[in-house]
C-alpha cells in the first residue's frame, strides 16, 4: 500500500512538533519521559536565580529549578520549584542553599543534605538558605579596608599637621642649627679620633707593657687561685664569726656607754660635781698652784736645813726642851 505524500508530510511535521516541545521542555529542565519528584524552597531574594538552573548536591548536578513564582500572600516571598531526578533520599531537615556556580555570577542551587533518618517525600518544602551575593561579599571584604582606610588617612591628616608645625620658620632656623652643631660634633669627634690614635701610636711601647703586666697579673692569679680561695673562705669565717656574734649587744652597749659619757661631759661643762667645779672654777686651780708652790719651798728648805726638821742624836738623846736658834 502506498502512502500518501499528504500522510507523510503530516508525520514528519508531528515529529518535528514533538521533538521541539521535547527540546524546549529539556532546555526549561522537564525531563518527560522520566519521574521527577518535587521539592519546594521560600525564598525573600533569589539573586537572579531563574528555571533550568541546576540543582547541585556537592557540586554534581541532580536536578533543575522548576517554576518559580511569588506567594499569594503580600509577604514577597518567592516560592521556588525544585526538580531532583536522582533517587538520593533526602532527609527533612536538608538545606536549598542560592549559591553563585561560577565567577560570572550564574545562579544554582546546592542541597545540603542533613542529618536523621526522617526522609522527605515529593511535595515537601525544605529549609532555605542563601549564599551572599558579589556585592555583599565585595561589602564584607571592603569595610574593613575602608575602616583601615580611614584611620589611614586620619593619621595622614594628623602626620601633615604635625610637620607643616615642625617646618615652620624658626623650627627650620632650630633644625639648621641643630645639624650645624651635630656636623661641629662630628669634626669633634674626627679630630679627638685622630689624637687618640696618634696617642696610641706614640704609646704603643708603653700600652704593650702594661697589657704584658696586666697578662703576668693574671697569670700570677691563675697560679694563686688556690690561695686565694683560702684568702675568701677566711673571710668568710670571719664574715660567719661576726654575724654568730652578739655583735648588735656590743653595739647597743657601746651606744648606752655613750651617751653616759656625753651625759658626763655635759655635767663637767656645766660646772656640777667635783670634776665640773675642778674644770671650770679656777680658784681650785690657783690654791693648788699656790700650794704646790708652797710645797716646793719647804723642800728646798728641807734639804738646805735638814736638821730644823729631822733630829739625829749619836751619842744620845737632846734635849728637847733647849731652845731653837
Known amino acids: 500500500m502506498k502512502i500518501r505524500k499528504e500522510v507523510k508530510v503530516g508525520i514528519v511535521t508531528t515529529l518535528a512538533i514533538a521533538c521541539f516541545i521535547y527540546g524546549f521542555n529539556f532546555l526549561k529542565g522537564k525531563n ?12 525573600n531574594d533569589i539573586d537572579g536565580l531563574v528555571e533550568a538552573n541546576p540543582l547541585m548536591i556537592n557540586g554534581f548536578k541532580v536536578g533543575l529549578v522548576g517554576a518559580i513564582k511569588l506567594a499569594n500572600d503580600t509577604t514577597g516571598n518567592i516560592i521556588v520549584t525544585l526538580l531532583l531526578d536522582n533517587d538520593v533520599n533526602v532527609p527533612k531537615n536538608s538545606v536549598a542553599k542560592v549559591v553563585s556556580s561560577d565567577i560570572l555570577g550564574s545562579k544554582a542551587v546546592q542541597l ?45 591628616d594628623s602626620v601633615m ?14 633644625l639648621a642649627k641643630s645639624f650645624e652643631s651635630i656636623k661641629l660634633a662630628i669634626t669633634s669627634l674626627e679630630t679627638t679620633s685622630f689624637r687618640l690614635d696618634t696617642m696610641v701610636m706614640s704609646e704603643k711601647g708603653k700600652i704593650s707593657s702594661i697589657l704584658t703586666k696586666v697578662n703576668s697579673l693574671a697569670t700570677t692569679l691563675a697560679n694563686n687561685s688556690d690561695k686565694l680561695g683560702n684568702i675568701i673562705n677566711n673571710f668568710s669565717n670571719i664574715s660567719d664569726s661576726l654575724a654568730k656574734s652578739n655583735l648588735t649587744a656590743a653595739i647597743n652597749n657601746a651606744n648606752v656607754a655613750l651617751n653616759q659619757a656625753s651625759t658626763i661631759m655635759t655635767k663637767i661643762n656645766s660646772g656640777q660635781g667635783t670634776v ?49 736658834d
Open 112 to 156: 545540603i543534605l542533613g542529618r536523621g533518618a526522617d526522609f522527605a517525600v515529593s511535595g515537601d518544602t525544605l529549609i532555605s538558605a542563601q549564599e551572599d551575593n558579589l556585592k555583599a561579599a565585595v561589602n564584607k571584604t571592603i569595610a574593613p579596608l575602608q575602616k583601615k582606610a580611614e584611620g589611614l588617612i586620619t593619621s595622614i
Open 276 to 324: 665640773g667645779m675642778l674644770v671650770n672654777n679656777d680658784s681650785l686651780y690657783r690654791k693648788l698652784d699656790k700650794s704646790t708652790e708652797d710645797l716646793d719651798k719647804l723642800l728646798k728648805d728641807l734639804r738646805v736645813n735638814p736638821e730644823r726638821y729631822v733630829h739625829i742624836s749619836v751619842f744620845g738623846r737632846k734635849d728637847r726642851n733647849k731652845p731653837k
Open 32 to 43: 518527560l519521559f522520566s519521574s521527577q519528584r518535587k521539592f519546594y524552597a521560600v525564598y
Open 161 to 174: 599637621v604635625v610637620v607643616q608645625q615642625v617646618f615652620n620658620e624658626s623650627a627650620r632656623q632650630n
